[in-house]
């Protein structure tokens, strides 16, 4: 072990016992949210009767021929809410969107942001929220944590993927448009105040996007309890449910995308995974994947499909008793922790393969490698308490396993 490595846990986990501490100073709210088939009609109201209005809708072109959605606009008309709209329809959000976002935002005159589509449409308007309160920082000087210091305009997300939890969360994932670099910016302020879950939007999912956006919101429930430095007992409780609504739901959605029910529970999966990592914090699996979206575009949840299992495996016996015990929240079984912790992760790839998932990836190329590692180093450290601090050669063993 060299001395700079030595140094750099020491660092990572001092770092780690403070913000324990600091946690509890910090205001970890969850959404307000309305739950249930057709909720998205009733906004207009829900609105009018919070006294908001001027609102800038940030969604997908496609997503407003939607019925559902043309309801959702009816009843704003009907409640007398102003509204723009800003439409974006590439995955992952980048700068110079959430720039064009905020030109929007403010020429016309907004005050409160709706937020209607997968991850990549929430993060967008949560980066638009925080550029209308610090507007002459770019999205780089945002990016990290607590760096937004002030309340946001009022924000409702509304997910039509089960996975990102963004409807939940702290973060904003960016993709900076100069560097490619994709990160995150991290604040409690960036917590939505409002939610609607409607498992009708996620009915239209494509098997293959059920799949992925489903094992992100494992992988954020599987990062936040394995983490475990800064949860309390209601992340635990929090991550330990996603697990098992995640267990019980992913292969039904991914079969019969029209089963309410279980859209309904994947939703809920995604979002009290979303608030579990909120304060547990995310780990390797994501701090890798960022790199695999920002370089090479790979969506953020097959990234995290495939890297789930290889990086609780790679972290060998000290995620063991965590795994351990999310494979008996699962009645997954085994002789002892070690046992039960490989079934846990047999399980996941077993999923993967029963989804058409791959194990592998095949277009990681040799020079980008030492990027990756020091983009994923940044991420994560000193901010995620990860099982095992990894060096350097670490990082670059566990990208050779996922790479064909
Ligand atoms: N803020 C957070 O806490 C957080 C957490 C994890 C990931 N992320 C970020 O979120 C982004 C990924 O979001 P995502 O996985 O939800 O995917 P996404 O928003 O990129 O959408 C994926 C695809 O699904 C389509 N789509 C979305 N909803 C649909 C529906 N109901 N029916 C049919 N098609 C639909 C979209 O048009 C898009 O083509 C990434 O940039 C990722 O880094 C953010
Ligand atoms: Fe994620």
């Known amino acids: 072990m060299s001395l700079s490595y030595k140094l750099e846990v020491i660092w990572c986990r001092s770092f780690q016992a403070v913000l324990k501490v600091g946690n509890y100073f910090l205001g970890y709210r969850m959404p307000k949210y309305l739950e249930g088939p057709g909720k998205i009609k009733e906004l207009g109201e829900f609105l009018k009767a919070k006294n908001l209005n001027d609102v800038l809708l940030v969604t997908e072109t496609g997503m407003l021929r939607w019925s559902m959605v043309q309801s959702m606009l009816d009843g704003f008309d009907a409640a007398g809410i102003r509204y723009a709209v800003q439409t974006f329809d590439h995955p992952d959000p980048t700068s110079d969107d959430v720039e064009l976002g905020y ?43 607590l760096k937004v210091h002030w309340p946001i305009p009022t924000f409702v997300a509304i997910p039509t993927t089960a996975g990102t939890g963004s409807e939940t969360t702290v973060a904003a994932v960016i993709t900076d448009s100069a560097t490619h670099r994709k990160a995150a910016i991290n604040d409690p302020f960036l917590i939505p105040k409002y939610a609607v879950l409607d498992p009708e939007l996620t009915v239209g999912l494509p098997p293959h996007i059920t799949a992925t956006t489903g094992m992100d919101a494992l992988a954020h429930a599987v990062e936040a309890y394995t983490n475990h430095t800064y949860n309390t007992k209601l992340e635990n409780k929090l991550a330990k449910e996603a697990v098992k609504l995640v267990y019980d739901n992913i292969l039904t959605v991914f079969e019969d995308g029209s089963n309410l029910e279980a859209r309904q529970k994947m939703q809920r999966a995604a979002f009290y995974a979303g608030r579990a990592f909120t304060r547990g914090c995310v780990g390797y699996v994501h701090a890798v994947g960022h790199t695999l979206g920002g370089l090479y575009h790979v969506p953020h949840g097959l990234a995290m499909a495939v890297l789930l299992p290889h990086v609780m495996r790679e972290f060998g016996a000290s995620a063991h008793k965590r795994l351990a015990e999310l494979a008996d929240v699962c009645g997954i079984g085994g002789e002892n922790q070690a046992e039960k912790a490989n079934n846990f992760i047999r399980w996941i790839e077993q999923t993967n393969a029963r989804m058409g998932l791959p194990e592998k990836f095949d277009m990681i190329k040799d020079e980008d490698i030492e990027q990756m590692i020091t983009w994923a180093r940044k991420e994560a450290n000193p901010l995620y308490p990860v099982p095992v601090v990894w060096s350097r050669e670490d990082f670059r063993r566990l990208i050779q396993s996922i790479r064909k």
């Open 103 to 145: 030109k929007t935002y403010k020429e016309k005159g907004c005050k409160t942001i709706v937020a209607l589509g997968g991850g990549s449409r929430m993060d967008c308007a949560k980066g638009i929220a925080a550029k209308a309160v610090h507007p002459k920082k770019t999205i780089s000087q945002l990016q990290g944590i």
